[in-house]
């Protein structure tokens, strides 16, 4: 069975400050990890995806995330946050089950970025 | 512009009504996915279907129906049995890259 933490409900910083968003995983085979963000009242939008090429992957608007095997984590990065980076961000974890990839959420974390 | 479209934006439901949402895509795309988003709780899978004709229960069905007659749509009913329905609503699909969704702008579901 596979599982997602997101280890903080809200993390709050300031304009051109680095941004980091928290996620841990388990996962009984190799898994596919994502970070997709979400404004409000919106759809999610994928922000970037591991698949077992390169562990750091690098997504749009200058986030990263960099897949470590030994912590089981997936945590998001940003060097400088911008005030339209604030946003809801979930964590995803999919495993192939069944003939078909079947995705499991974190709960989210909230981005709240003060001028 | 391909995507998915999800309507209406919002709805509203009274009691012992049914109402569907509707999502459609002209991705091209196989996997289609129906979610339901409460605060504080992520998104849940409601249903989800791999190919049109088929579709299986996720971890959330009890008072929802759906169908997939065609393999742009992918309509989901809130039966009278659902009865906590007040919910964001997203449908999602797949395509070649099968682990990847993509997702529609969302439906908010309201009861009066």
């Known amino acids: 069975a596979q599982s997602v933490t997101q280890l903080d409900s809200h993390v709050s910083v300031s304009e051109g400050t680095p941004v980091l968003l928290r996620c841990n995983y388990s996962?009984?085979?190799?898994?596919?990890l994502f970070w997709y963000v979400q404004h409000p009242n919106k759809g999610l939008q994928l922000l970037l995806k591991?698949?077992?090429?390169?562990?750091l992957v690098k997504g749009i608007n200058g986030f990263e995330a960099e897949f470590k095997k030994s912590e089981t984590s997936f945590h998001l990065t940003k060097p400088s946050a911008h005030m339209s980076d604030a946003a809801e961000y979930f964590c995803?974890?999919?495993?192939?089950?069944?003939?078909?990839?079947?995705?499991?959420f974190g709960r989210g974390t909230s981005l709240i970025v003060h001028p | 512009d391909g995507g998915i479209t999800q309507s209406p934006k919002y709805l509203f439901r009274k009691e012992g009504q049914n109402v569907t949402l509707s999502c459609e895509q002209n991705?091209?795309?196989?996997?289609m996915y129906w979610y339901r988003q409460d605060p504080g709780q992520g998104l849940r899978l409601i249903y989800y279907?791999?190919?049109?004709?088929?579709?299986q229960k996720g971890d959330i069905a009890e008072g929802y129906s759906v169908s997939r007659e065609k393999k742009e749509s992918f309509p989901l009913t809130v039966t009278s049995a659902q009865k906590n329905p007040t919910a964001f609503y997203l449908c999602?699909?797949?395509?070649?890259?099968?682990?990847?969704?993509?997702f529609g702008p969302g439906t908010r579901l309201l009861v009066l």
């Open positions: 999602a699909s797949s395509g070649t890259s099968k682990e990847t969704q993509y």
């Open positions: 996962s009984s085979y190799s898994p596919s």
């Open positions: 591991y698949t077992s090429a390169a562990t």
């Open positions: 995803v974890v999919s495993e192939y089950y069944g003939g078909s990839y079947i995705p499991t």
């Open positions: 991705l091209n795309h196989d996997a």
């Open positions: 279907s791999q190919i049109v004709n088929d579709f």
